[in-house]
């Protein structure tokens, strides 16, 4: 069965990185494109990053150009965002995403909190 599986989250100081993964296992990964998403309390589910299937294209949430990097190894079904320069503002649990046909799918998402 479909299987997204998110890793790398955590706590980090103002300033900091991290570099979030998300193993995908059940389907033809190369195939589709990926998602990140996040969502922080009280707020709605929101788009951050998108990749193509082949990783030649990339699109991002316009407020976090130039912080944020979605890329992909297809050889290991892996998709990540680095993520650096991290605000505040990123607490947020961070899901994993893809569509097929319709019906979309997630991961059970990681916690990133920043915070000093």
């Known amino acids: 069965q479909v299987q997204l599986v998110e890793s790398g989250g955590g706590l980090v100081q103002p300033g900091g990185s991290l570099r979030l993964s998300c193993v995908a296992s059940g389907f033809s990964f190369s195939s589709y494109y990926m998602n990140w998403y996040r969502q922080a309390p009280g707020k709605e589910r929101e788009l951050v990053a998108s990749?193509?299937?082949?990783?030649?294209?990339?699109n991002y949430a316009d407020s976090l150009k130039g912080r944020f990097t979605i890329s992909r190894d297809n050889a290991k079904s892996t998709v990540y965002l680095q993520m650096n320069s991290l605000k505040p503002e990123d607490t947020a649990v961070y899901y994993c995403?893809?569509?097929?046909?319709?019906?979309?799918?997630w991961g059970q998402g990681t916690q990133v909190t920043v915070s000093s």
């Open positions: 990749i193509s299937d082949a990783g030649r294209r990339t």
């Open positions: 995403n893809f569509l097929s046909g319709l019906r979309p799918y």
